[in-house]
T-cell receptor, first 114, second 114 residues
Framework: DAKTTQPNSMESNEEEPVHLPCNHS???????IHWYRQLPSQGPEYVIH???SNVNNRMASLAIAEDRKSSTLILHRATLRDAAVYYC???????????????FGTGTRLKVLA | DVKVTQSSRYLVKRTGEKVFLECVQD?????MFWYRQDPGLGLRLIYF???????EKGDIPEGYSVSREKKERFSLILESASTNQTSMYLC?????????????FGQGTRLTVV
């Protein structure tokens, strides 16, 4: 299985942009790159995903390297409510069942300073 | 809103007991997943199911089994609970045959085996 590698923790000042990196050098051509975040005492929640092109939504932007071996989640203006563990995940195709599974890394704990 | 509901938030069981963790989703998703989450290890996939009565082992299936008799319900079974199975357990569901889709997670069950 392909895997993802992220820094254990990062800090950001409130109202400033945050760039959360992820390495996935063994990604397969059919794997989607997903980002989720987990607030304290909650299950992970979806943030954004992409395959090859950069993506924007109301929560964040996702920048994917041309060779797809790395990606960066961008929070444009961090708020205190963005303090969470951010997971870079591969949605990987499974040949035996023709379906998909989500492969998690260990995540980056983002601390936002007021 | 999609909802994934886990039957208990907290559970305390004795070593050797048979333990059932239940998960129900209301979105008619084909895929359902069980993960465990431990400090420093992120989320690790135990088992997943891509259809009723269909299952596949994840990365750490030893000591666990699963049951999916109805599409909306996916049960994780600890045949004989041990202290090293003390953990946070997270259930998730997703569509199987739609490429651009995310997983939805429950709130988690914190299981303590004493």
């Amino acid at each position: 299985d392909a895997k993802t590698t992220q820094p254990n923790s990062m800090e950001s000042n409130e109202e400033e942009p945050v760039h959360l990196p992820c390495n996935h050098s063994t990604i397969s051509g059919t794997d989607y790159i997903h980002w989720y975040r987990q607030l304290p005492s909650q299950g992970p929640e979806y943030v954004i995903h992409g395959l090859t092109s950069n993506v924007n939504n109301r929560m964040a932007s996702l920048a994917i390297a041309e060779d797809r071996k790395s990606s960066t989640l961008i929070l444009h203006r961090a708020t205190l409510r963005d303090a969470a563990v951010y997971y870079c995940i591969l949605r990987a195709f499974i040949n035996t069942s023709g379906t998909y599974k989500y492969i998690f890394g260990t995540g980056t704990r983002l601390k936002v300073l007021a | 809103d999609v909802k994934v509901t886990q039957s208990s938030r907290y559970l305390v069981k004795r070593t050797g007991e048979k333990v059932f963790l239940e998960c129900v989703q209301d979105m008619d998703h084909e895929n359902m997943f069980w993960y465990r989450q431990d400090p420093g290890l992120g989320l690790r996939l135990i088992y997943f199911s891509y259809d009723v009565k269909m299952k596949e082992k994840g990365d750490i299936p030893e000591g666990y089994s699963v049951s999916r008799e109805k599409k909306e319900r996916f049960s994780l079974i600890l045949e004989s609970a041990s202290t090293n199975q003390t953990s946070m357990y997270l259930c998730a569901s997703s569509y199987s045959y739609i490429l651009n889709t995310e997983a939805f997670f429950g709130q988690g069950t914190r299981l303590t085996v004493v």
